[in-house]
T-cell receptor
Framework: GESVGLHLPTLSVQEGDNSIINCAYS??????FIWYKQESGKGPQFIID?????DKRQGQRVTVLLNKTVKHLSLQIAATQPGDSAVYFC?????????FGAGTTVTVRA | DGGITQSPKYLFRKEGQNVTLSCEQN?????MYWYRQDPGQGLRLIYY???????QKGDIAEGYSVSREKKESFPLTVTSAQKNPTAFYLC????????????FGSGTQLSVL
């Protein structure tokens, strides 16, 4: 089975609010994690990454948190905008391959 | 998607037919990958190639074949042995030394007639 998974398949958020998307992974040997955003009919786009020697990494309006103790990864999006509506995937890197979770569909309400 | 071209955007396959999906890149990336995406599921790795004239099976290689004769090209053939080919197929690349960071094409939707 998949080693990477997201807690919730869908998330509805009010425009302007913060979004939190969660992901659990099972392979403690994974040393690199990525979040991707996929809009309908398009390929995934890189959002942010984090290595296992870090707990937190910030980008523009996004923050990734890594909790290695419980093997949990989260993506926080600040001030969610309509353009943030998409499917978000977490992926873990191990054994020269990326493994992807099932994705969370984020819908932004106006 | 810049630099990675997948064609066609939509493809239809008849029963028992082989079809080939094209993936071309001008990023000068060494590694190329093919993923399959089904509705509501994550991406699953079909095949990958780290260098020209070499490729390895991914997690779901049965019913698929690839070739890597040129650095820029990594075509995927969906053979008649693949009994459930309907899916969204994504090609990806990564530069040497950064295999973990993938860049994706815009995908091909394959459907069975």
């Amino acid at each position: 089975g998949e080693s990477v998974g997201l807690h919730l398949p869908t998330l509805s958020v009010q425009e302007g609010d913060n979004s939190i998307i969660n992901c659990a992974y099972s392979n403690s040997a994974s040393d690199y994690f990525i979040w991707y955003k996929q809009e309908s009919g398009k390929g995934p786009q890189f959002i942010i990454d984090i290595r296992s020697n870090m707990d937190k990494r910030q980008g523009q309006r996004v923050t990734v948190l890594l909790n290695k103790t419980v093997k949990h990864l989260s993506l926080q999006i600040a001030a969610t905008q309509p353009g943030d509506s998409a499917v978000y995937f977490c992926a873990e890197y191990n054994d020269y391959k990326l493994s992807f979770g099932a994705g969370t569909t984020v819908t932004v309400r106006a | 998607d810049g630099g990675i071209t997948q064609s066609p955007k939509y493809l239809f396959r008849k029963e028992g037919q082989n079809v080939t999906l094209s993936c071309e890149q001008n990023l000068n990336h060494d590694a190329m990958y093919w993923y399959r995406q089904d509705p509501g599921q994550g991406l699953r790795l079909i095949y990958y190639s780290q260098i020209v004239n070499d490729f390895q099976k991914g997690d779901i290689a049965e019913g698929y074949s690839v070739s890597r004769e040129k650095k820029e090209s990594f075509p995927l053939t969906v053979t008649s042995a693949q009994k459930n080919p309907t899916a969204f197929y994504l090609c990806a690349t990564s530069p040497m030394g950064s295999n973990e960071k993938l860049f994706f094409g815009s995908g091909t939707q394959l459907s069975v007639l």
